[in-house]
């Protein structure tokens, strides 16, 4: 199996603060050799399966985005015309779910969803139209499986910075809840730590408030500024 990428990791991630089973690099035989599956999971209480991937592609900060002045009149038309491989997953879609660990799950599976992480921005004006046209996509092809006729099927698309934003505040509120153990997982611990700075609580320095701000602003600032944020924006 490839090394597990950080992209796949952040997705990974996600699903497990969610409680889900995961399993990373998964791979399904297709009709000419082997691929695989950035992240499978699997909720084994609620029936859910996720079949997720995790897309970066073009240089170190391109950031792609299917807008209103795009002559393309669908998502689809518009990957195609980049060239781009951001879909890969929805074409082998059927040919996953016939993987012999899918079949083995699927008298347990309720709801599946397919999932798209890449560095695509939708303008919110279109977002509504790509769910259902990649959805609808989905389904024709899962529909072709008599195991799947009867399953609720999702799709979500999202950026790798939607998730990571979702993982801060699920961590901050795992903490907030009690949970004071380490995740042993990369970017959940990344995580954590990054919210031990971003909303410290500071249980040394008494209820001085002008000592607390001081201190935390000391504390982000240089995290702050290496995103070229204002200092004065944290939170007191």
């Known amino acids: 199996m490839s090394e597990v990428m950080t992209t796949e990791s952040i997705v990974e991630g996600e699903w497990m603060l969610d409680g889900f089973w995961t399993k990373p690099r998964f791979q399904y035989r297709t009709g000419g050799g082997w691929g695989d599956i950035d992240v499978l999971a699997f909720h084994p209480n609620s029936g859910h399966m996720v079949?997720?991937?995790?897309?970066?592609?073009?240089?170190?900060?391109?950031l792609f985005a299917f807008?209103?002045?795009?002559?393309?009149?669908?998502?689809?038309?518009?990957?195609?015309?980049?060239?781009?491989n951001y879909l890969g997953i929805l074409n082998q879609i059927d040919i996953i779910c016939r993987n012999e660990v899918v079949q083995e799950l699927c008298p347990n599976v309720k709801i599946i969803?397919?999932?798209?992480?890449?560095?695509?921005?939708?303008?919110?004006?279109?977002?509504?139209?790509?769910?259902?046209?990649?959805?609808?996509?989905?389904?024709?092809?899962?529909?072709?499986i008599d195991e799947f006729k009867n399953i609720t099927i999702n799709f979500q698309i999202d950026t790798h910075i939607a998730v990571i934003s979702r993982i801060l505040i699920k961590t901050r509120q795992a903490v907030e809840g009690g949970y004071g153990k380490r995740y042993g997982h990369p970017i959940?611990?990344?995580?954590?730590?990054l919210n031990r700075y971003l909303d410290p609580v500071l249980p040394?320095?008494?209820?001085?408030e002008v000592i607390q701000k001081e201190i935390?602003?000391?504390a982000i600032s240089t995290f702050l500024s290496s995103l070229g944020l204002p200092i004065s924006n944290q939170k007191a």
Request: hydrophobic share 30%; glycine share 4%.
């Open 51 to 62: 079949i997720s991937e995790s897309k970066a592609q073009g240089k170190a900060r391109a």
């Open 67 to 84: 807008t209103t002045n795009r002559n393309h009149q669908t998502f689809e038309q518009y990957i195609q015309a980049s060239r781009s």
């Open 113 to 144: 969803t397919v999932q798209l992480v890449c560095n695509i921005v939708i303008d919110e004006s279109r977002k509504a139209a790509v769910q259902q046209e990649l959805l609808g996509k989905i389904k024709d092809r899962l529909n072709r």
């Open 188 to 193: 959940l611990d990344f995580a954590r730590e």
């Open 204 to 208: 040394d320095l008494g209820k001085d």
């Open 216 to 218: 935390k602003e000391q």
